[in-house]
């Protein structure tokens, strides 16, 4: 895992609160050099998915049924990953993506809330987040002196202004970037136009 460039990555659940909402897909791209290794999981939480979950992310019981997997393998695999990756990228994953991320796994492994600490801030000290430079782009805003990223993300994601929108498809059309051919709200769909849009920031 040490030869890890970067780990761009999204989840899937059938809710906004966990560990109450469960995470049913992940996705991510792993970056080494110019290759890139496209993993997917399918967790199996034995959970009824409602159809108004499915039309918002096309995921299904009976794909649950058919390709879900248990999720303590699941999150262990991807964990692993994400812990040894020097840089972990997500769009909106500092506000949502992370916190649930968390909350999720350590009802899961069942963690004290020491280890879930020490656990966020490995994966928080090594984040990028898109969405942060798209919002902070619309406010004009920019990093104080000797503000750390992460300070100025919360700072940025805290701002309340009533007409900005900054989602990822929003933010891939603002940028020029063709989605056509993407699944949106899939994991890896949206992993690959998070992909796409981080390259256009920082080239």
Known sequence: MSNIDIIIWDLEANGFVAPQSKILEIGAFIVRGEEIEQRNWILDNKVEISPEITAINGITNELIAKEGRDP?????????????????????GLKFDIPFLMAYAT??????????????????????????????????????????????????MSARIQGI?????????EHKIDTSAVTLHRALGDVA?????????TQ
């Open 165 to 173: 929108h900054f989602n990822l498809g929003l933010s891939c059309s």
């Open 72 to 92: 303590l393998e699941c999150l262990s695999e991807f964990m692993d990953l994400l812990i040894n990756a020097p840089k972990n990228i997500t769009h909106n």
């Open 107 to 156: 009802d899961l492994y069942n963690h004290t809330d020491e280890i879930k600490k020490m656990t966020e801030d490995i994966i928080r000290s090594k984040a990028y987040d898109t969405a942060v430079h798209c919002k902070a782009k619309k406010l004009k805003m920019i990093p104080k002196y000797g503000e750390s990223y992460l300070d100025f993300a919360g700072r940025v």
């Open 193 to 201: 136009m998070t992909y796409e849009l981080y390259k256009k920031i």
